[in-house]
């Protein structure tokens, strides 16, 4: 186990004491180079982070073991920078800092012999700014339910952190509150209020003696309360560092001026940050008190990566906000940066103090957004464009620190209401599935129920294109009702696939209010019941049927349940009366006699996807929708991937329902001919069904995008016709480019880029409103007629028509 916590903290924590304060010298050093390196290696993935990190250690290992070798602490690493600390217990203040000084000029040393970092990849500069301090320091550490941060603050640390402000490349800064102390031994220039130390008297300038031992190393019980498992998991396996993609997320918060209310006021607030931050798959990295403030970071994507840590990153930011504005925390104010994009993650420091944490410009930019942002704003870079349920809009272009050109701004407003896709394509080499799933269906059109039918695959292979063709065909010659629940893999909420139902079906809407919400609601669900009890009473004796009269009584009972789902809530209703367990088990029932509700009029198609990533709330209520069912028209289809064993997910469903399970493997050679005429209109070449096959392994939607990029790139032509045929058949030119790319998102990245300007403007306007919009809307922003555009980027097949 390696040292991720300051020895301090975990000492105390386990005494039972959570705050405090001492006397201290204090010293802020800013390694600069490092980011720069970063990004010039960044290419170089593996051979690159090798080389980096090896760099780091023969810096930062030095570095680390100089203060601790002289009774100092790092509370906290800030990127390629650290605060150190140096507690003044039984010593005088003077001699304390001319040590820390000595330090000081010891480690500028350190810089003018290493600072030359020769590489296979070329030769860099580091470089080090040091501030100096000296006062109080305050230390806490907050959290609850197991997962707690810590922090250091005060006066010392806050002249340390502004002194280095006043540092060009390798200076070394004292502030106001050490300099008394080192006027008699130092020769120094006055810069600002502070004092630029040139040099220490020779006579006082002894090799630093060394005063404390190497501390001993933290186990991972000790760390555990304080570290995240997947970067202790990493550490225990001695995992190297790596290039990644990594959404940065940086907070800053202004906290009451009243001390009572202010600490009231830091626990909940960073709790709260804690706790959602994991809700979300997010690593909290560190609480810091500095040159910004009251500072916290926030990684999505490192330790854990997953498929969509940008998304995951916007909507932990969206939900903290939903809670900042609920809660009873008047004075409070924050705001956040976001940036995605390809960062160093990994250990920095020593042996006897190091951090996880990520460095890259594109970090550092995350940091630079939230300085910019106005209290209650989260500003994000041009990664969060293409968000998938997110609005963003964007709020100009503007200079960075650390950035030579204007960056693009934008700022996260609010979630979207998703729909689902529609498939300009038809689709191939699934006839003999979509009979089965079709005969599966029968038993609705006589009145009973179909049971469930599992739909597996991987992704891209056509599982949600087969369940929608399916509702097509069933409504061809049919009337049903069919209702969609989308399964949220960032989230994984209680009922989450019926939340987005719910949405949906009570015409639910992010931009309107909580009244007019309820309204819709109320509106909806008094038509449901009307209907119900308009229905023949004489329906209720039916031996095994639903009950239309019992479900409108139940569906009047639980009509509070149902609009908590939608986050709608009454005084005095029955869910504020009910205990957890109760509201829970209510749920479950209120989804159920909806879903039967609607069946006593239409037979009911409920599609499920993702069932990978369903909740056990979800789960268990799909159970109880099975259990006891009466003799109802419903039939719930259900898509899925398949488990990392390769083995199928499934429900826990009584053994007597009817299920029908269909596998969707990569298509056969003529299947993916069939496609690619589809899409090229016309015949193509054995060669081009070929290498469709060797690029894509036969998945429906890679080779779609190939496809789109052969056509927009020019690198088909047509053959000769080959004996007895009429139509010449696509095939490849002669030559593939070399620079072809060959992964699906090259593929995605390269179509929108090659686009007419004027199209990728549009382009990128209409992904600031999300995956659906109005081009009425689109054009007002723009403040132009956009429909050639439109029409356009429809043609390239970068969007379809909603229908």
């Known amino acids: 186990m390696r040292n991720l916590m300051p020895h301090f903290i975990v000492e105390h924590f386990a005494q039972g004491a959570m705050h405090g304060h001492f006397s201290a010298a204090t010293m802020f050093v800013d390694v600069f180079g490092f980011t720069q390196i970063t990004e010039a290696l960044m290419q170089y993935q593996k051979d690159g982070a090798e080389i980096l990190t090896d760099a780091l250690n023969r810096v930062f290992g030095p570095l680390v073991a100089r203060v601790y070798d002289h009774g100092g602490m790092i509370t906290t690493f800030a990127g390629d920078a650290f605060t150190a600390v140096f507690p003044i217990e039984d010593e005088d203040e003077s001699d304390v800092a001319v040590r820390l000084a000595l330090m000081a000029f010891d480690i500028q040393d350190f810089f003018a012999q290493h600072g030359e970092l020769t590489t296979k990849y070329g030769e860099f500069t580091l470089g080090v700014k040091v501030g100096l301090g000296l006062g109080e320091v305050a230390w806490g550490i907050v959290g609850e339910e197991g997962r707690y941060t810590y922090f250091f603050r005060g006066p010392a640390i806050d002249a340390a952190t502004g002194a280095e402000h006043y540092a060009d490349q390798c200076d070394i800064v004292a502030s106001a509150s050490i300099w008394p102390h080192l006027a008699a031994v130092t020769q120094a220039e006055a810069r600002d209020g502070h004092q630029v130390l040139r040099e220490i008297a020779p006579s006082d300038h002894p090799e630093p003696e060394t005063k404390a031992s190497a501390p001993s190393v933290l186990d991972r019980e000790m760390l555990t309360p304080f570290v995240l498992d997947a970067a202790l998991d990493m550490v225990d396996s001695d995992a190297r560092a790596e290039f990644r993609q990594v959404a940065s997320v940086f907070i800053s918060f202004d906290l009451p001026e009243a001390p009572a209310q202010a600490e009231t006021t830091l626990k909940a607030f960073v709790s709260q940050v804690m706790s959602t931050a994991l809700e979300y798959g997010g690593y909290f990295n560190k609480l810091d008190f500095g040159d910004k403030g009251a500072v916290m970071l926030i990684l999505f994507g490192a330790p854990v990566g997953h498929e969509n840590d940008i998304e995951r990153a916007a909507n932990f930011l969206l939900t903290l906000r939903e809670w900042a504005e609920n809660a009873a925390f008047a004075d409070l104010r924050w705001r956040a940066g976001m940036t995605y994009g390809m960062a160093y993650a990994g ?59 204007l960056r693009p701004t934008y700022q996260l407003l609010r979630r979207t209401i998703r729909t689902e896709g529609f498939f300009e394509h038809p689709l191939v080499g699934r006839g003999r599935e979509l009979q089965r799933l079709l005969n599966a269906a029968e038993p609705l059109f006589e009145g009973q129920c179909a049971g469930l039918a599992y739909i597996y695959g991987e992704a891209g292979i056509g599982k949600s294109h087969l369940a929608y063709v399916l509702r097509q065909e069933l409504r061809r010659n049919h009337t049903i009702r069919t ?30 209010s909580s009244d007019e919400n309820k309204a819709r609601f109320t509106s909806r669900l008094d038509r449901l019941i009307l209907r119900l009890r308009s229905l023949d009473p004489n329906k209720d004796e039916v031996a095994n049927a639903p009950a239309p009269h019992a479900l409108a009584d139940e569906l009047d009972r639980t009509r509070s349940v149902l609009g908590a789902l939608l986050g709608l809530y009454w005084p005095d209703s029955l869910y504020e009366s009910l205990d957890g367990n109760l509201r829970y088990q209510n749920t479950l029932m209120a989804i159920k006699s909806l879903l039967l509700a609607e069946s006593c009029f239409q037979p009911v198609v409920l599609k499920i996807e993702d069932l990978q990533w369903l909740d056990e709330a979800s789960r268990e209520a799909l159970t109880v929708l099975f259990r006891n069912l009466p003799q109802a028209p419903l039939f719930v289809v259900v898509t899925s991937r398949y488990k990392d064993d390769g083995s199928r997910p499934a429900l826990a469903i009584p053994e007597a329902l009817p299920v029908t399970a269909v596998d969707l493997n990569v298509l056969a050679a003529a299947d993916l001919r069939h496609l690619a005429e589809a899409l090229l209109g016309g015949p193509v070449s054995d060669a081009l069904v070929d290498l469709l096959v060797q690029r894509t ?26 004996d007895g045929a009429t139509q010449r058949p696509w095939t490849m030119k002669a030559e593939i480019p070399a620079d072809m790319p060959t992964t699906i998102n090259a593929i995605l990245i390269a179509r929108i880029d090659r686009l007419a300007q004027e199209v990728k403007d549009v382009v990128k306007a209409a992904a600031i409103l999300g995956r659906e919009f109005d081009d009425r809307v689109l054009a007002q922003m723009l403040a132009s007629d956009v429909s050639s555009e439109v029409k356009a980027a429809e043609r390239e097949q970068i969007w379809s028509p909603v229908r």
Not at 367 to 387: C, D, F, P, Y
């Open 347 to 405: 250990i920095l420091g020593g042996e006897a103090r190091c951090e996880y944490t990520a460095i890259a410009n594109v970090v550092n930019f995350a940091s630079r957004l939230m300085s910019r942002a106005q209290w209650g704003q989260i500003l994000t870079s041009e990664a969060g464009t293409n968000l998938y349920n997110v609005d963003v809009v964007h709020v100009g272009d503007f200079e960075y620190k650390g950035f030579a050109m």
């Open 483 to 512: 209702f969609v629940g989308q399964t949220d893999q960032i989230l994984r909420q209680a009922f989450n696939p019926f939340t987005y139902f719910f949405k949906r079906y009570f015409d639910q809407s992010p931009e309107a």
């Open 697 to 722: 392994q036969a998945n429906p939607f890679f080779a779609q995008q190939f496809l789109y990029y052969f056509r927009e790139n020019d690198l088909l032509t047509r053959a000769s016709a080959p």
